[in-house]
């Protein structure tokens, strides 16, 4: 059944699991944390959608936003003197968008059913172990190359192999187009054998470079106002 969520259009991807820091100054966004805060917008979710091109939505060209999103829960809420906000949401739920309401309220509001993960078939699901165990040891010798042995760690045990993939992207500079095709992937083992895949590469353009890589894409677009 399809629900309703209030939007935050973004120049980046939201993952299920992952922290989303922001600083919330235009007026129709302190309108929707003013809302969350107060229960006007019921649940304290608001859904965080990518934008395909330009980087500002509004209702003339909804059509900018990717299909797929992932809702944010708020968790913490700092007004400031001049009515601005420190936020920090975190990522849930995957949705689809079906539809958008440009009139109903300052933001957008999206009509939205929830994506579920598909069950793996059992010769499929008997290779997770396997897999995941892959994806840790690109994840490992990606981060051992990247960042300082402070700036990271292993991922717990205790992670499953539904989510893992989402954490493993968290440590790693990967461009819009591939946390978009992460969210998109609703199979387990197709996330973490596409995830290693990405680390893999990743670590190649990095000991060629001797640098962290940003793909050129992500320069030819202005970066989100908020």
Not at 28 to 49: I, M, N, S
Not at 83 to 106: C, K, M, Q, Y
Not at 149 to 168: F, G, N
Request: glycine share 6%.
């Amino acid at each position: 059944m399809a629900e309703v969520l209030p939007l935050f259009p973004l120049g980046s991807v939201l993952l299920p699991g992952a922290s989303l820091p922001l600083h919330i100054f235009e007026p129709r966004y302190r309108q929707l944390v003013a809302d969350l805060t107060t229960g006007a917008a019921p649940g304290g979710c608001f859904g965080v959608v990518a934008i395909r091109r330009g980087w500002e939505v509004g209702t003339d060209n909804v059509e900018a936003l990717h299909d797929i999103g992932c809702s944010a829960l708020l968790r913490e809420a700092r007004r400031l003197p001049d009515g601005r906000f420190d936020i920090v949401a975190r990522g849930e739920r995957r949705f689809r968008l079906l539809d958008v309401d440009t009139a109903s309220a300052p933001y957008l509001i999206g009509k939205v059913e929830w994506v579920p993960d598909t069950e793996p078939v059992p010769e499929i699901r008997d290779l997770l172990p396997v897999l995941a165990s892959s994806a840790r040891q690109a994840h490992g010798h990606y981060c051992r190359l990247a960042w300082n042995a402070e700036d990271w760690a292993e991922p717990p045990e205790d992670v499953t192999c539904t989510d893992l993939a989402y954490l493993l992207a968290a440590d790693c500079l990967l461009y819009t187009g591939d946390r978009q095709h992460l969210l998109e992937l609703t199979c387990p083992a197709r996330r973490l054998r596409w995830i290693r895949q990405v680390l893999v590469r990743e670590t190649a353009i990095l000991r060629a470079l001797r640098a962290v890589p940003a793909h050129v894409s992500e320069f030819a677009e202005l970066p989100s106002r908020n």
